[in-house]
């Protein structure tokens, strides 16, 4: 861990989707214990939640969330976008998320990867998105520029998104994990490497950490399917907001940054059933692919909730008319804004 | 860490490709390093090309199939276009791109030893830059699971499925376990660093971004990209040596962006033996260091117009953008333009039949 960071400039903020996080909690003791978390139960999880004691934490319920955010707003903080509302109340510099279906991975020699870790790591090193470095992430130890990276790129920028990987269970949509239920990820890639500008890539939710003073206003609850549901590849709230926050960091200069930390993924769910029920998110990404390599944002837009504002008129002007689903999106993203600047940015609890 | 010895263990039943690729290497010292090579590359067809003194006679260890060019026999060949090849410096290596008749190419440093995986197993290196090179790439979107047509990964979630596809893939370019490939200031600084992470991926690098292609253990499809790997003029005469392969590696990205064909980077790793001088290193990237300030920006917003449809054709116009906009850096870039023109003309010479076929669809 850098020795810059200290424990209280962090968030762990987990959505509960499932009610008894025993075993999840307890699994990742030793990694979280002494960090603050935010944990936000799903609003259509009838069942009380069951969280084992010893930890520094809040619970939000969806009678604070009512509360705090009201029915002025279109954006729903149900299922996996509940997470949202825990980066909106927290007050921290990092946010770290991880899926409570996740669990902590091991390394091929046997330890257990500590994710807050890595994440910070990542988050307080520069990325380097303007040249592809051979050797990945050149400030991780026994490693540095190769021959031939300009050396005025060497000092990279701030990067501020995070996003690790799954072993076991990956993040695969329900069509190609239908194809091969047996496939399962086993392959540990020990490198973390910076997202090249301009390169466009799917943000899973999963296990990611983000910058929040930087980038909190653009890690937003938008794109919700018709059909979304509780298992990941009944959604795509995720990758839309990853598509916003890389476009946003490339209009800004920032970095993000992929690879370590790995989780592990518990198997869940059937995809076959997955499949027959929708797969609505997997057509709207022939869409919203196009949509992001050529979104502009202006020049006066200098921060991420100008960005923000920029893109969801850009949504409007032109995926409006496409589907309602983007037209809704727009609206979420504006009223997220105005969310962030009323109840995210402001000093006290 | 140490380099694999027991190779033959490791040898495919079947060499793939073994009619359809040559193994390209420059060298001027000699080629011991094939022994430990050779159940790996000894199927093939290797062309040598000899740098510096070509009255020194070069030894091929029994049992390979090869052809050997000298200076002499490059002057022959080119007669006055022979200019355009690189004399002490191992830039030379592209004469036997151009002299070859084979699809593919795989291009080796004679430092460079077999490696071991993780598991202690000996890599072979050639078997899978065929694999990288025969598999699509996917420059247009980044798969946060690496290559998606690897043995046990796939698209995520998310992925377009009409981008799953791919596109033919022009480059593979492998990495070096040990000695890294390091500009001289940071040996300098790091002598003692040896690479010894290895880095179980093969990704795409995405459509628009520029890397530094290191010339150690690269393969292509010399169908595909031939003629834009031109290694430029280095050593004797020159007042740069150390970018050969950058050169080349920026050239050629350029030109697979505007073609729609990809680039491969990963895997394969090789053990890298020798460690170069550091300061005879600085004199010949010293101008480099400065230059590339310049040069990479000109290579970021270089735009090939859509007739451009040959690698030939992408590789003139680019000539004429070097001649135009990096000339007033330093009358060497005027040399060099002029270099890459030559290179293309003793190119097609050499290679008459396949020469203006279309390569694809220019973007």
């Not at chain 1, 890595?118 to 303007?130: D, G, K, S, V």
């Not at chain 2, 094939?34 to 006679?57: A, C, N």
């Not at chain 2, 791109?97 to 995986?117: G, H, N, P, Q, R």
Request: aromatic share 12%; with cysteine; proline share 7%.
């Amino acid at each position: 861990m850098s020795l810059e960071v200290k424990d209280d400039e962090i968030d762990i903020v987990v959505a509960a989707i499932h009610s008894d996080l025993t075993s999840f909690m307890n699994e990742w003791r030793p990694i979280f214990s002494r960090f603050h978390l935010i944990i936000v139960k799903d609003p259509d999880l009838k069942e009380e939640l069951k969280i084992p004691e010893g930890f520094n934490l809040d619970v939000y319920k969806k009678s604070d969330i009512d509360r705090v955010v009201g029915s002025s707003t279109s954006i729903l903080f149900s299922g996996y976008s509940c997470r949202y509302f825990g980066y909106l109340v927290s007050r921290k510099k990092y946010i770290i998320s991880v899926d409570d279906d996740c669990l902590p991975a091991r390394e091929n020699d046997g330890f257990l990867v500590d994710a807050v870790a890595q994440h910070i790591t990542n988050l307080t090193t520069p990325a380097t998105p303007f040249f592809f470095n051979t050797l990945y992430d050149p400030y991780c130890e026994g490693a540095d520029f190769v021959r031939g990276y300009p050396f005025s790129l060497r000092s990279g920028v701030k990067c501020a998104l995070s996003c690790g990987l799954w072993l076991n269970l990956a993040d695969h949509d329900a069509p190609t994990q239908a194809l091969k239920p047996g496939h399962r990820n086993s392959r540990y890639v020990d490198a973390v490497l910076t997202v090249p500008a301009r390169a466009l890539a799917p943000i899973s939710g999963i296990n990611i950490a983000f910058d929040r003073e930087v980038v909190g206003p653009a890690m937003l609850p938008a794109l919700r399917l018709a059909g979304e549901g509780k298992f990941r590849w009944e959604t795509m709230e995720d990758i839309w907001s990853g598509m916003c926050v890389k476009v946003i960091c490339d209009h800004l200069g920032l970095g993000v940054k992929t690879g370590l930390p790995y989780v592990w993924r518990n198997d869940r769910g059937d995809a076959i059933a997955s499949l027959k029920k929708e797969w609505e998110g997997v057509k709207l990404m022939e869409e919203v692919v196009p949509f992001f390599q050529s979104v502009r944002l202006p020049r006066t837009a200098t921060t991420a909730e100008d960005c923000v504002v920029e893109v969801a008129n850009a949504v409007k002007e032109q995926l409006g008319s496409t589907d309602p689903v983007f037209a809704r999106a727009a609206g979420a993203m504006l009223d997220w804004v105005k969310l962030w600047k009323s109840v995210g940015s402001s000093a006290s609890s | 860490m140490e380099p694999a010895t027991a190779t033959q263990a490791a040898a495919p039943a079947v060499p793939q490709l073994k009619d359809e690729l040559d193994i390209v290497i420059p060298t001027i010292r000699n080629l011991d390093f094939l022994e430990m090579w050779r159940p790996f590359f000894q199927p093939y067809h290797l062309i040598i090309v000899q740098d510096g003194d070509p009255s020194k006679t070069i030894k091929v260890p029994e049992g390979f199939d090869y052809e050997l060019y000298n200076r002499n026999d490059i002057n022959k060949i080119l007669g006055p276009k022979a200019s355009c090849i690189s004399f002490k410096d191992s830039a030379c290596r592209c004469f036997g791109y151009m002299v070859s008749k084979k699809k593919y190419i795989f291009t080796i440093d004679d430092d460079c030893f077999v490696a071991k995986d993780p598991s202690g197993k000996a890599i072979n290196a050639l078997e899978q830059h065929i694999k990288n090179l025969l598999s699509p790439s996917t420059p247009f979107f980044f798969n946060t699971l690496y290559d998606p047509f690897r043995d046990g990964a796939d698209f995520v979630r998310g992925y377009p499925f009409s981008l799953r596809e791919g596109v033919p893939t022009a480059v593979s370019h492998g990495l070096w376990l040990n000695i890294p490939d390091y500009d001289a200031p940071t040996q300098l600084v790091k002598p003692l660093e040896r690479n010894t992470r290895y880095v179980d991926a093969v990704l795409s690098i995405p459509k628009g971004t520029l890397f530094p292609m290191c010339g150690m253990n690269l393969a292509f499809d010399r169908e595909l990209i031939g003629p834009a790997m031109y290694f430029g003029l280095m050593g004797d005469g020159q007042p740069i040596g150390r970018y050969d392969d950058m050169w080349a590696g920026w050239c050629v990205k350029v030109i697979c962006d505007h073609l729609g064909l990809g680039v491969k980077t990963g895997l394969p790793y090789i053990y890298h033996s020798k460690a170069s001088n550091p300061f005879v290193n600085l004199r010949k990237e010293y101008k480099g260091i400065f230059w590339q300030e310049e040069i990479i920006p000109f290579f970021q917003q270089a735009v090939l117009p859509k007739d451009c449809t040959t690698v030939q054709k992408c590789y003139v116009e680019l000539s004429k953008q070097v001649k135009d906009k990096l000339g007033k850096i330093d009358p060497y870039f005027d040399k060099l333009a002029d270099a890459m023109v030559t290179w293309i003309d003793a190119w097609d010479e050499l290679n008459p039949s396949g020469a203006s076929l279309p390569n694809g669809k220019a973007k």
